[in-house]
């Protein structure tokens, strides 16, 4: 975090830490579902790291595009395309 400035999207167990809450998915951010977060902001249970980053990127850029077009997220983290619910 900088300084004393309280973000809202940095909530939930890793809040002290600065990072951004993200659904481990999707990397979208729960409670502004139109904020991607990945990459080193992201309150993700995995590595900061070039590895993570190269998996992250087409995901947080396929449903970024998706939200911009009125579509649901489809891309997972998980390897396969979301269901939808």
Do not use: F, H
Not at 24 to 46: D, F, R, S
Not at 48 to 59: D, L
């Amino acid at each position: 975090m900088c300084g004393t400035r309280r973000w809202p999207i940095t909530e939930g167990s890793l809040k002290n830490g600065g990072w951004a809450a993200a659904d481990k998915e999707t990397l979208i951010q729960p409670k502004y579902p139109n904020i991607v977060c990945w990459a080193m902001v992201a309150g993700l249970p995995t590595s900061k790291t070039g590895a993570a980053i190269r998996i992250q990127a087409p995901i947080a850029a396929a449903n970024l595009i998706a939200l911009m077009e009125g579509k649901e997220p489809a891309e997972s983290t998980m390897g396969t395309p979301r269901a939808r619910s």
